[in-house]
């Protein structure tokens, strides 16, 4: 746990429920006399005993926001869900229209708060702004070069033109994920969902992802550190085309041990 953060109990709030002991992953809180009393080593902050305390008696410092009760955990509609899932596309054709501030600022809250292992948070969002376009030019130099090479051995890359739009489809918006992979996907999905809920469509475009990890020139753009690694690239913006029929899907590989 960083030193910024420490557990406070309130003794005169606190109940003694013991529901900060039951749900706290790292065990650093016990009931003593019938109060909650924070201590050990291996607090990882993750403010679940925060969370889960009905008095309001705990609470884990040196965060920027407060924390936000509610009467219950808002729950999505399964079915409406379900049929949203169904409906998106991977969207390759993108209106030029700008993306509100406010709806930015959503979709990379909708990352932050995505969990992360052992609570790290360690996902970084690098908001392509005016760089894009530079970027963009470098990787369509590379891959143009690439396919070349690799033509004559792929059947999908002798009909691809590789233009000048060819990794952000003059979307208005890109955002380059960082960290750990799991951590960074989870956050990349959360995004994704929320860009749809604003009306906006997503592509995740593993090419450019490959050239911002391999490419020192937009590494160095990137200010990607040694040993930092691009783990997913949302591009993102108003679609410019409509589908009108789901795509069909091979059956789930379920298997019983």
Same mark, same amino acid.
């Given at each position: 746990?960083? @030193?910024?953060?420490?557990?406070?109990?309130?003794?005169?709030?606190?109940?003694?429920?013991?529901?900060?002991?039951?749900?706290?992953?790292?065990?650093?809180?016990?009931?003593?006399?019938?109060?909650?009393?924070?201590?050990?080593?291996?607090?990882?902050?993750?403010?679940?005993?925060?969370?889960?305390?009905?008095?309001?008696?705990?609470?884990?410092? &040196?965060?920027?926001?407060?924390?936000?009760?509610?009467?219950?955990?808002?729950?999505?509609?399964?079915?409406?869900?379900?049929?949203?899932?169904?409906?998106?596309? @991977?969207?390759?054709?993108?209106?030029?229209?700008?993306?509100?501030?406010?709806?930015?600022?959503?979709?990379?809250?909708?990352?932050?708060?995505?969990?992360? &292992?052992?609570?790290?948070?360690?996902?970084?969002?690098?908001?392509?702004?005016? @760089?894009?376009?530079?970027?963009?030019?470098?990787?369509?130099?590379?891959?143009?070069?690439?396919? &070349?090479?690799?033509?004559?051995?792929?059947?999908?890359?002798?009909?691809?033109?590789?233009?000048?739009?060819?990794?952000?489809?003059?979307?208005?918006?890109?955002?380059?994920?960082?960290?750990?992979?799991?951590?960074?996907?989870?956050?990349?999905?959360?995004?994704?969902?929320?860009?749809?809920?604003?009306?906006?469509?997503?592509?995740? @475009?593993?090419?450019?992802?490959?050239?911002?990890?391999?490419?020192?020139?937009?590494?160095?753009?990137?200010?990607?550190?040694?040993?930092?690694?691009?783990?997913?690239?949302?591009?993102?913006?108003?679609?410019?085309?409509?589908?009108?029929?789901?795509?069909?899907?091979?059956?789930?590989?379920?298997?019983?041990?």
């Amino acid at each position: 746990m960083s @030193s910024n953060h420490r557990v406070l109990i309130n003794t005169e709030k606190c109940i003694g429920c013991g529901a900060c002991v039951s749900d706290c992953v790292s065990s650093c809180i016990s009931i003593e006399n019938g109060k909650a009393k924070a201590g050990g080593e291996g607090c990882i902050a993750c403010g679940h005993f925060e969370a889960v305390c009905p008095e309001a008696a705990v609470v884990l410092t &040196g965060f920027e926001e407060e924390s936000e009760g509610f009467n219950a955990q808002t729950r999505l509609n399964p079915q409406e869900l379900m049929k949203a899932i169904r409906t998106r596309r @991977s969207i390759r054709n993108f209106d030029t229209k700008d993306i509100d501030r406010e709806i930015v600022d959503m979709i990379i809250e909708a990352g932050r708060l995505a969990p992360t &292992g052992s609570n790290a948070q360690n996902t970084g969002f690098i908001v392509l702004d005016k @760089s894009k376009q530079e970027l963009e030019r470098n990787a369509v130099k590379l891959f143009r070069s690439l396919t &070349g090479i690799a033509k004559p051995f792929s059947k999908f890359l002798s009909r691809v033109e590789i233009d000048d739009n060819f990794f952000f489809k003059k979307a208005p918006l890109v955002i380059v994920l960082t960290g750990n992979s799991v951590n960074a996907s989870l956050a990349a999905e959360n995004m994704a969902l929320m860009a749809e809920a604003n009306g906006l469509g997503v592509l995740f @475009s593993g090419f450019f992802t490959v050239c911002a990890n391999n490419v020192p020139k937009i590494r160095k753009t990137l200010a990607l550190k040694r040993g930092e690694k691009a783990i997913t690239t949302l591009v993102i913006g108003y679609p410019n085309v409509k589908y009108y029929r789901t795509a069909r899907r091979e059956k789930a590989n379920i298997r019983k041990v």
